[in-house]
């Protein structure tokens, strides 16, 4: 009997579990790794000298699988942390993005402000009441002349 850690057990548990899923025997079939030939399981069916139906490691490619297992850990947090970096990444685009969004924005809205604040300046400077009356002052004089002229003939 090989001895495992807890933590190792789990692992190979899992392993076991995850990549080599029970599926019936066919008699005493074994398969080994062509690179390995130490590392081989077979399958079991219920009531064939186990009280289950699963598969049945050599202790090498139990050894094996614990070793692979017990890199899970440090590999999941490589890759969470690289994906949580992605995210952040992300995150520091989009928010650079919506405040360059926020500065078109404000750019547009004080040139808005702006431009009413000039037309207001213009609508009530007391010239251009002047100019316009003195316009329609003389456009009144001349239609009244063209008309006075026009009743002469």
């Known amino acids: 009997m090989i001895l495992l850690s807890w933590r190792s057990f ?14 019936p025997a066919l008699g005493s ?3 080994c790794d062509p690179e390995h030939p130490k590392r081989c399981s077979t399958g079991l069916q219920e009531g064939q000298k186990a009280p289950y139906a699963g ?3 050599t202790p090498e490619l139990a050894l094996f699988l614990g070793g ?10 490589v890759e969470v942390q690289k994906a949580t970096g992605d995210l952040e990444i992300d995150l520091a685009l989009a928010k650079r ?6 500065e078109g924005c404000t750019a ?3 040139a808005v402000q702006t431009e009413e604040s000039l037309l207001e300046q213009v609508l009530t400077h007391p010239a251009l009441w002047f100019v ?11 239609l009244a002349s063209m008309h ?3 009743v002469g003939r």
């Not at 789990?10 to 599926?23: C, I, M, T």
């Not at 993005?97 to 926020?102: A, F, G, K, S, V």
């Not at 003195?134 to 004089?141: E, H, I, K, N």
């Open 108 to 110: 547009k809205l004080e």
């Open 132 to 142: 316009v009356g003195v316009a329609a002052t003389v456009g009144a004089y001349q």
């Open 68 to 77: 692979a297992a017990e890199d899970c850990p440090d590999r999941i947090r």
């Open 55 to 57: 598969q049945l490691l």
């Open 148 to 150: 006075i002229q026009g």
């Open 97 to 102: 993005l919506r405040e360059i969004d926020q």
């Open 10 to 23: 789990w692992f190979v548990l899992a392993s076991v579990a995850l990549s080599a899923p029970p599926r």
């Open 29 to 31: 079939e074994v398969e």
